[in-house]
């Protein structure tokens, strides 16, 4: 079981019309057919959105896409109109909410793996393949891949995995001409972002993206290249063979499987609350992230 522990109730603004709650975004849709994105500042591990907020996360999240965005513009397109605040909206909104133009969205997690970690490892420790994708032997957590692997998904519902799947299973539901393009998008963004990252002493071991559809063409959506969508691991203290420090929720996972905080993941209690620490920590390690990667302050 998991899911939320206790799930919100939107707020209601005037000419909005609420569409979706998410595990970090709130989803409604305006009157002129454009859908306004907003990031709370819930966390979630898991697979259970946590009791606990992690406070200015959202707007980390919120503004560090839109500085991604910037930097990839002349490979894809994405799906910002505006960052202003819709008429009515809560003052909380300001930093954390995009306009977008609505997308018809492909129903796959798109993944760039140019390191070794995670279900990746998993799959690799039992046949040596990720996604399917020969891999060569005597590879360890944390190790640099030959070249960065796309190893897209299937995604699921709140409280559900993602299910990896081989890349001829989305050419088979999405048709070869747009499966095709997914994969070489994906990893051209990667590679932007991963050199861009690395000049800041920063590895980016992988990713993900949702992309979108609007007349014909391809557009990114959701958020780019956050801690919450990606692996980030300072690049001074790498070393495969053991699990990477990281720019993210790492903090909250390690104590939640801790003895400290008496939860068995195997159950289907939900987690307790987190300390107050571990709450700053991590905002502190999402804050870290940002000024590392833009070099700007977060005030």
């Not at 306004?36 to 907020?53: C, G, H, Q, Y």
């Not at 890349?167 to 994906?186: C, H, I, P, S």
């Amino acid at each position: 079981m998991s899911g939320f522990v206790t799930k919100p109730e939107p707020v209601q603004v005037p000419g909005l019309v609420h569409l979706h709650t998410g595990k970090v975004r709130d989803l409604y849709r305006a009157a002129d057919g454009d859908l306004v994105m907003v990031a709370s500042d819930r966390t979630s591990a898991f697979d259970w959105v946590l009791p606990n907020e992690i406070p200015d996360k959202g707007r980390i999240l919120t503004q560090l896409s839109l500085w991604w965005f910037e930097r990839i513009a002349d490979l894809v397109p994405n799906h910002v109109v505006s960052t202003e605040l819709p008429a009515g909206a809560p003052a909380d909104w300001k930093g954390r909410t995009l306009i977008c133009r609505s997308l018809d969205m492909v129903p796959v997690e798109c993944v760039a793996r140019g390191y070794l970690t995670g279900s990746g490892l998993v799959e690799y420790r039992d046949s040596r393949t990720v996604c399917g994708i020969a891999l060569p032997e005597g590879l360890e957590d944390g190790s640099e891949l030959p070249s960065p692997i796309y190893t897209p998904a299937l995604k699921a519902e709140v409280g559900e995995h993602d299910e990896n799947v081989p890349y001829e299973e989305t050419a088979r539901r999405l048709g070869a001409e747009l499966a095709a393009t997914l994969r070489q998008t994906t990893l051209a963004v990667y590679g932007r972002a991963r050199d861009i990252a690395r000049e800041r002493g920063i590895i980016l071991a992988d990713t993900k993206f949702e992309f979108g559809l609007l007349d014909g063409e391809l557009i990114i959506g959701d958020e780019v290249l956050t801690p919450d969508s990606s692996r980030f691991w300072p690049a001074d203290a790498w070393q495969p063979g053991q699990v990477q420090p990281s720019f993210d929720k790492q903090i909250i996972r390690n104590w939640l499987a801790s003895p400290e905080s008496g939860w068995d993941r195997t159950g289907e209690e939900p987690p307790p609350a987190l300390p107050a620490e571990i709450v700053e920590r991590t905002r502190a390690k999402y804050i870290e992230a940002y000024e590392r990667l833009t070099g700007t302050s977060w005030v």
